[in-house]
């Protein structure tokens, strides 16, 4: 029940909103890297920062892609969303990760200045020493 589509198409981890739903969910073995039709998984749809760190940490991919070929954190970025994109970067995302619109780096230079100041010292280390970062 917890990885099946609703009516409308959702899946549960893609409609919560706090993370004690989360909680209850990842215990319930909803799957946080299924997709949501073509918009991405639980990340896509996050609506604040510890629904995020809660979800990598429950192994959603940090760098799945959605159908129109962006990662969560670059959309995120583009949105001008500091919160939830810092979130990634906290929970050791790879900013460097390349996607058909440019990586998280390249995106945070035009639309979210702040957040590029933080990320860009991170940009020549490798994702695997990044905190947080899990190796697949």
Do not use: W
């Not at 981890?13 to 918009?39: R, W």
């Not at 590029?116 to 905190?131: F, G, N, R």
Request: hydrophobic letters at 40%.
């Amino acid at each position: 029940v917890v990885n099946q589509f609703n009516a409308d198409g959702d899946l549960p981890l893609c409609v919560v909103g706090s993370v004690s739903m989360v909680d209850l969910l990842i215990a319930a073995n909803a799957d946080p890297n299924k997709h949501c039709e073509e918009d991405g998984g639980p990340l896509f749809f996050a609506s604040e920062p510890g629904i995020i760190k809660r979800l990598i940490s429950a192994g959603a991919h940090p760098n799945a892609l959605n159908a129109e070929g962006h990662t969560a954190l670059t959309s995120f970025i583009e949105d001008g969303i500091e919160d939830c994109a810092r979130a990634f970067v906290e929970a050791g995302a790879d900013v460097n990760f390349q996607t058909e619109h440019g990586s998280a780096l390249d995106l945070a230079r035009t639309h979210l200045p702040s957040l590029y100041a933080l990320v860009s010292p991170m940009a020549d280390i490798p994702p695997y020493l990044h905190k947080g970062h899990q190796q697949e």
